[in-house]
């Protein structure tokens, strides 16, 4: 697991230099799950280098094992999303389809869900 996690940090090194990133990662050395790594590796990619373009100075990446769910998560000390794309009131609309425009989407049994925030 921890790979998958360095390689992302490797790619991005670049950027998290040229930002002056502080950069803390959080896995378990022992962590093991079965997971398509490029996919899994390509969707991180995404959210980590938004989060090197948005925080002020630090990121973290964690990856956790919760009631044997692998749980990825990056944080920022950035200023956030504004309210208003917080925003998921069923008078909102979310554009197309059910997507969020955040990126977040929650299966649930043939149609995708987005998730509340």
């Known amino acids: 697991m921890i790979d998958v996690l360095e390689d992302q940090v490797a790619r991005n090194f670049p950027l998290i230099k040229s930002r002056g990133v502080e950069l803390t990662v959080n896995c378990d ?11 899994i590796g390509n969707i991180i990619q995404n959210v980590f280098v938004n989060g090197c373009r ?10 956790t094992m ?8 990056v944080a920022d000390d950035g200023e956030g999303f504004p ?35």
């Open 83 to 117: 309210e208003s794309m917080l925003d998921f009131s069923d008078n909102k609309k979310f554009g197309s389809g059910h997507s969020t425009q955040l990126g977040f989407y929650e299966p649930t049994g043939n149609n995708i869900q987005p998730v509340q925030l």
């Open 66 to 73: 919760q009631d044997k769910i692998l749980c990825f998560s």
């Open 29 to 39: 050395d022992n962590l093991e799950a079965y997971f398509d790594a490029d996919l």
């Open 54 to 63: 948005y925080t002020k100075s630090q990121l973290q990446l964690n990856a």
